[in-house]
């Protein structure tokens, strides 16, 4: 398994969808496990936030992943304040005094069709409950320009990690939401905030795991991000190597170890 996960990146600040309890009704869309099995073929693990699996002892079980339900995300949804007032096939809202159909804009990098996939499964499910989405694919470096100035609706992202302990202020800091930072979803809890900059200095192991489980549920109950899996992969070395072994590391391996098998003659 590497260490990275994907998720469904949400921009908190989009007039869709600044309502937590839309971007819960949003995660009920996403059937996760349908997802691994035709769009990884079984390849990944279902994750419920930014800390890898294996990292038990920081990674919070107690948390339960949002299911797929269509009642529960239109019960959300119709909390939320949004219904189909106009009899069209569109779900909508007073949104600052003015009739708003739910109708947005899913933004992937036309690179990838996996990405492009997970979209497109995301749509056909929106679409059975009253919601309207854009799957719009584009290039790589156009993508990624929206995703840093928060120019998107929803979007996909993988982020890369390691062994080591994580950092998240780059990642979900509010003050990363501008400049150089990587908080694409505008994402911005005072709470959180205390957690990460704590989590960066603290040495006690247990403290920091602590810390880490109650990030998760942070994270849970805003939904800044709908978390798919973490990515796992078959890798095959040939029998002529010794010292060959997987690794969570990319790309899998570490090469630098593998060593040519030395041959064994026999004596006549």
């Not at 996960?5 to 309502?19: E, G, R, T, W």
């Not at 006690?204 to 489980?213: A, G, I, N």
């Amino acid at each position: 398994m590497m260490y990275a996960y994907i998720h469904i990146a949400l921009n908190v600040k989009s007039p869709f969808l600044a309502d937590k309890l839309t971007r819960q009704a949003l995660a009920h869309l996403v059937d996760v496990d349908k997802m691994i099995q035709t769009v990884k073929y079984g390849q990944a693990e279902k994750v419920i936030g930014p800390v890898h699996p294996s990292k038990k002892k920081d990674y919070n079980t107690s948390i339960v992943p949002y299911n797929y339900n269509l009642d529960e995300a239109k019960a959300l949804l119709e909390k939320a304040g949004w219904r189909n007032t106009n009899g069209d096939e569109t779900l909508d809202k007073m949104i600052e005094g003015k009739r708003t159909e739910f109708a947005f804009d899913f933004i992937v990098n036309a690179e990838s069709d996996e990405r492009k996939s997970i979209a497109l499964l995301f749509q056909a499910e929106a679409k059975k409950i009253g919601i309207k989405v854009n799957v719009l694919p584009i290039d790589w470096a156009v993508f990624l320009e929206r995703c840093k100035n928060h120019k998107f609706d929803l979007s996909i992202v993988l982020w890369v990690g390691g062994p080591t302990p994580d950092d998240y202020k780059q990642n979900y800091h509010s003050a990363s939401a501008t400049g150089e930072g990587s908080n694409y979803y505008n994402f911005s809890n005072a709470e959180a905030d205390s957690l990460i900059i704590a989590i960066r200095s603290e040495i006690e192991e247990e403290k920091r795991s602590e810390m880490y489980k109650r990030l998760q549920e942070i994270f849970h109950e805003e939904v800044p991000m709908i978390y798919l899996w973490a990515p796992t992969e078959r890798i095959a070395i040939s029998k002529k190597f010794d010292n060959a072994y997987p690794s969570t590391m990319r790309p899998g391996y570490w090469a630098p170890g593998f060593k040519m098998k030395t041959a064994v003659s026999s004596s006549q």
